[in-house]
């Protein structure tokens, strides 16, 4: 490949996989558009990436979420972007907040919100699923979490939208970074409106943990406790919403499954396994690199700026028999879909648990899934997924 591949086409955002097999193949480790990343493509050197915080630190998330021209958005001051120590400080704060005990109490809202949510799909005529669906389950989740207004989802989901949107936006693009800087603002003012209340009125909720939670006396920063907040929002919604929107896609292409699915409940959580290795929502984690270093047999200096592209590790070959195959056979799950090492994503058992009590509530109503238009992809870097998907779910 001579010229510079630019993952933003629409060929790559409607279908990257055969050009992610081509790098695997031809060129590992090589430097893509938008934004010179170099992108790292193998399961293996991914996995050697996300290992090695000394070299490849998380720093590339400041950098791809807190532009110039941005200035202050503390999503991108979250943990995300801390390597060790301070990473570690702020994990063992937070953490507690995600234990299985933890997940456990939230198991009866969330069945409550899927059964719910499944009861209202309208059947047998087009909706969007996006909508109906994959939006308003994790957003209910997320906001019963930090005890957000509910009639403010769509709010929500447009500040995550925008807040995942941030990379690609090149100088001549003012209207949008103006929209990108006005949800910042917009959603911290509503946040701070929201750790204020908290304050004067402790609730049974995260953010009410969060400002009590201390590790050796000390606790969560205000700056701290904003941009966890910021990176919750996103993490619980943006990412989830997409699991959501990529299970129907292959319920979709795939009916024997749903057959399969409706028959035998008990297969539910392996299906979700699959479509997060097939169709992983977060497609690529950013690194900056901290001392000149190889990868994959290329040398890349400090500073370059690395995309370790876990949607493309996800299908490598020589990793996953027959990858290119959606299997819900497949043995063996892996859990590279929610990172590896010491960013492993805090709430993967939280999602994988909303995909599961929403198909379990959804399959006994619907017989099949068609689409009723063409799929919407994403203008994103990190995140993979639909905007819209028009579909029709048959009455069973
Ligand atoms: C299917 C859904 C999800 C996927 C695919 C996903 C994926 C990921 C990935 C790949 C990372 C690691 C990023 C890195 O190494 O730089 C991560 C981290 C994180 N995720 Fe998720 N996530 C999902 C859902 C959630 C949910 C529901 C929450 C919370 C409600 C959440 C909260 C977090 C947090 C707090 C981190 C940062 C952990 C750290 O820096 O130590 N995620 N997620």
Redesign the pocket.
Known sequence: MSERLNLMSPAMLADPYPTYAELRRDAPVCQVDPGGFWAVTRHDDVVAV?KDTAVFS?EG?RAATKPAWLGHNPFGD???V?DPPA?GRL?SL?NRA?TPAAMARLEARVRAFAEDIAARLPLGQPVDWVESLAMPL?AS??GE?LGLDPSLHARFKRWTDDLTSISPVTPDMTARMEEIRTTVREAEQYLTEVLASRRREPADDMVTDLLRAQVDGQSLTDAELMS?LF??LV??LE??V??LNHSALQLIAHPEVLDRLRADPALIPRFIDEV?RYE???RS??RLVMADTEIGGVRLPKGAKVLAM?GSACRDEAHFPDAHRFDIDRRGVTHL????????????P??RL??RLLFTALLPRVRRLSPAGPPEWRRALSVRGVTSLPVVAHPA
């Open positions: 996300l998380s998330f979250s943990m995300l801390l990473h994990r937070v995600f994790p989740v997320i979490l966890f990176l919750l993490g619980g990412t989830t997409h699991l997060l992983p929502p977060v984690v950013y876990i879909p929610f990172g590896h090492g010491i960013h492993f994503c805090l709430g993967a939280l999602a909303e995909a």
